[in-house]
Antibody, heavy 118, light 107 residues
Framework: QVQLRESGPRLVKPSETLSLTCTVS????????WSWIRQPPGKGLEWIGY???????NYNPSLKSRLTISVDTSKNQFSLTLTSVTAADTALYYC????????????WGQGTLVTVSS | EIVLTQSPATLSLSPGERATLSCRAS??????FAWYQQKPGQAPRLLIN???SRATGIPARFSGSGSGTDFTLTISSLEPEDFAVYYC?????????FGQGTRLEIK
């Protein structure tokens, strides 16, 4: 049974960098697409971006200048880096899998809450 | 970006009743459309893809319809576990966008 698990610091200071990793267990990272989606507390869902297992990416334009998504197939992991964070980046961050760029996310991690605060 | 508007914001129904949730897109999203269910403290779960194909393990009481700009999620007879927040999603145009959600609550 394939499972996703997000990991990383839960508290990040304003202007610093948020880094999260999603570990895929019970299955291979190929040949899927892997997304990051976030949800501010009590609010709706925002798509951050995705990476294909071979490295191709697609980012939300609203975050593109601060965002990097990368993949490490040897570790069955993919990662998110978001620079220059503000309080507006406080959210529950989910990683998820989808079988195609135009296909919806069918497997999600449990999510990890990241708070941006000094 | 494409804006998805869900209605109603909150729907109050009783178990056994039929639920109809709507999502309207600001422009056509073709069939690149999905519905998700989210319960408190849980990640979203894919219900409907494409926009009428049930995802693996989703009960037959959930059905989706529509194309272009107007989509509907129908729950034929509500079970207690169906009371949750429902989101629509489009991925016809980038960025992928979600509706603001419909809260389905017990009346």
């Amino acid at each position: 049974q394939v499972q996703l698990r997000e990991s990383g610091p839960r508290l990040v200071k304003p202007s610093e960098t948020l880094s999260l990793t999603c570990t895929v267990s019970g299955g291979s990272i190929s040949p899927y697409y892997w997304s990051w989606i976030r949800q501010p507390p009590g609010k709706g869902l925002e798509w951050i971006g995705y990476i294909f297992y071979s490295g191709g990416t697609n980012y939300n334009p609203s975050l593109k200048s601060r965002l990097t998504i990368s993949v490490d197939t040897s570790k069955n992991q993919f990662s998110l880096t978001l620079t220059s964070v503000t309080a507006a980046d406080t959210a529950l961050y989910y990683c998820a899998r989808h079988a195609g760029a135009a296909l919806s996310e069918d497997l999600w991690g449990q999510g990890t809450l990241v708070t941006v605060s000094s | 970006e494409i804006v998805l508007t869900q209605s109603p914001a909150t729907l109050s129904l009783s178990p056994g009743e039929r639920a109809t949730l709507s999502c309207r897109a600001s422009e056509s999203v073709s069939n690149y459309f999905a519905w998700y269910q989210q319960k408190p403290g849980q990640a979203p779960r894919l219900l409907i893809n494409g926009p009428s194909s049930r995802a693996t393990g989703i009960p037959a009481r959930f059905s989706g319809s529509g194309s272009g700009t107007d989509f509907t999620l129908t729950i034929s007879s509500l079970e207690p576990e169906d009371f949750a927040v429902y989101y629509c999603q489009q991925r016809n145009n980038w960025p992928v966008t979600f509706g603001q959600g419909t809260r389905l609550e017990i009346k």
